[in-house]
């Protein structure tokens, strides 16, 4: 990387004024110009229904960046005209991984370490994993994301560990955030993972759900009810 020995860099962050799914155009853009900064070749996505991973399939290409795009398990969250059906697996959406999978995008599909079998027991009797998710919650959902898409795509092996790569996630639909880190697994995550740098997130976070009915939300959703 050009500058990775200079003592003090100065680059660019983007901050948004709202969370959410209208931002992940300016974040796909912020991507492509660090990655070109950095010389970083890959690109982690935190996508539920592929349509944010579409997106930076479009405005990367030509950069000669891998993609790896990870998803939720076969599910629905909540929106204004009834349940989304997440999770690529799902026929609904085999239209966008065919697609996907034609130009070279490589999918992870696993259990969350930050969301693991004892989140069951909700929060009454907090677990170290509870605490971790709750407390990276407050740099905001896309920034908590976005770090364990890293992990996720690290433990599945589309990412080596310790590799300098950018991680984008979002709040509820789209992208809002992108991170450049290095990458680690999850049983290393205290010891060797680093955010290095911050390329774009809101300036706000949600702590109420649905989150599309809070005033600092911003997003298109009709087009999630197009499957």
């Given at each position: 990387m050009a500058d990775a020995t200079r003592d003090t860099v100065t680059r660019d962050t983007v901050y948004f004024g709202y969370c959410g799914e209208v931002n992940t155009e300016s974040v796909l853009h912020a991507v492509r110009e660090r990655c070109r900064q950095l010389g970083i070749r890959t690109v982690v996505i935190a996508s539920e229904t592929g349509r944010s991973a579409l997106r930076a399939l479009d405005v990367l290409r030509?950069?000669?960046t891998k993609l790896v795009v990870v998803t939720h398990y076969p599910a629905t969250t909540w929106g204004p005209k009834g349940d989304i059906p997440i999770g690529l697996t799902r026929e609904e959406y085999s239209h966008i991984?065919?697609?996907l999978a034609k130009n070279g995008v490589r999918f992870v599909?696993?259990?969350r370490p930050l969301a693991p079998p004892s989140r069951a027991i909700k929060w009454d009797y907090p677990t170290p994993e509870a605490i971790?998710?709750?407390t990276l919650e407050v740099f905001g959902a896309g920034t908590k994301i976005a770090i364990e898409a890293a992990v996720m795509a690290t433990d599945a092996g589309e990412v080596s560990?310790?590799?300098e790569i950018v991680s984008c996630a979002g709040t509820?639909?789209?992208l809002d955030t992108a991170l450049v880190v290095r990458t680690a697994y999850s049983m290393n995550f205290f010891t060797a993972f680093e955010v290095r740098?911050?390329?774009a997130k809101p300036r706000c976070r949600v702590g109420k759900l649905?989150?599309?009915e809070q005033e600092n939300w911003r997003g298109d959703l009709e087009k999630y009810y197009d499957w």
């Open positions: 030509g950069t000669g991984r065919e697609v599909q696993g259990t971790m998710d709750k560990e310790g590799d509820y639909k789209g740098e911050v390329v649905p989150e599309y």
